[in-house]
Each structure stands twice: as C-alpha cells, then as structure tokens.
C-alpha cells in the first residue's frame, strides 16, 4: 500500500493534478488544502492513498495525515466510496469538515457536492464517533469573521473555486472590511 509520495506538482487539472515522480508523472486527485496551498513546480512529501479494483486505480493525495484519515473514514460511510469521498475532501478543509460532523452541522453539510439531507444524516451518525478525536483541531475557516463568510459563498455562487478564494484572503486583512469590499478586493485578485 502506498502511504506517502515524494513528487514534484506538475500541473493542475480540472479533477487531478499531475504528479512528477522520477520517470513518472502520475494522476492524482487532491485534497482541498494541495489545491490551496501548493505550488506548481516545487516538490513535496504527499501523503497518499492508492484504490485498486477490477476496473481502475485511483490516486489520491493529501497534505497530511489528518486528511488522508478523514478520507478513510469517510469513504467507508455507506453509499459513499473513495471517489465522493475525495469530491467532499477537493471541496472543503478536512478539520472544517470534522467541525461541521462534530457539530452536527447538517445545513452546511448539504452544501457539499453529492450530498443531500439524508446523506447529511448519515455522515454525521455514521462519523461522529470516530472524528470526536479530532475536537479539539484548531478550525482557522470557523474564525473568519460573518463578512468573510459571505464573501466566499458570493465568489463560489460566481464560479471560483474555494480554495482559489482562500489563497486570496490569506493575503488580506478582512477582520474591518464589509462583505462587498471582501468581493471587490477578491475579484481585482482572482
């Protein structure tokens, strides 16, 4: 089983980026946090996880290992499966994520691509046991201020992607702005 990759970012695609290892340049779908905080052309220790079956192979690339256990819990949930499972995780910050189980968020649950109420439900039942270990994470997207907050749902109703946005406010200083100068100030960037 493959547990960590050492590979330089080559590109990044619409689903997967490409992973330069040696010879090789491999297909990977990454987490959320590779898409936002990484660098095309630099090098990096990522820790995987490889799906074999009859049909494909699948690649699957995280920052930590948090992530990569997040994922495997995740992917295990009935009616999940590593690919949504990697669609939850390319969409939002595993420790957001374990946040909105631990909390029994299910509103902002519903927001993740695949996932209506009852999948919501079943997360949160089928999850929160396992992720309590991870309450006391330090959730840096749950300190944003309510300005910000709607600001990244306003970017994301416009097209851009999460992670495109958090680059972005990373840069800024948002704690005194309004919600439309967080916009103005995120389009002149993106």
């Not at 300190?143 to 800024?172: D, M, P, T």
Request: glycine share 4%; hydrophobic share 40%.
């Amino acid at each position: 089983m493959v547990r960590k990759i050492k590979a330089i970012l080559e590109d990044v695609e619409s689903e997967i980026v490409l992973l330069k290892v040696g010879d090789f340049t491999l297909e990977a779908y990454p987490s959320f946090n590779i898409l936002k905080d990484f660098k095309i052309g630099d090098q990096y220790d990522f820790y995987a996880f490889l799906e074999l079956n009859d049909w494909s192979s699948s690649l699957y690339i995280f920052k930590d290992n948090i992530e990569r256990e997040v994922f495997e819990m995740l992917k295990k949930v009935s009616k999940i499966g590593p690919r949504m499972a990697s669609k939850i995780l390319r969409k939002i910050d595993a420790r957001e994520f374990i946040a909105l189980i631990n909390s029994q968020d299910k509103e902002e649950l519903e927001k993740l691509p695949g996932i209506g109420k009852k999948t919501a439900e079943r997360l949160v039942s089928e999850l929160q046991e396992s992720l309590s270990k991870y309450s006391n994470i330090d959730n840096i997207h749950h300190k944003k201020n309510k300005n910000s907050k709607e600001a990244i749902e306003a970017l994301e109703s416009l097209g851009f992607q999460k992670y495109e946005i958090l680059k972005v406010l990373e840069e800024l200083n948002t704690s005194d702005m309004s919600t439309e100068e967080i916009i103005k100030k995120c389009l002149s960037r993106l």
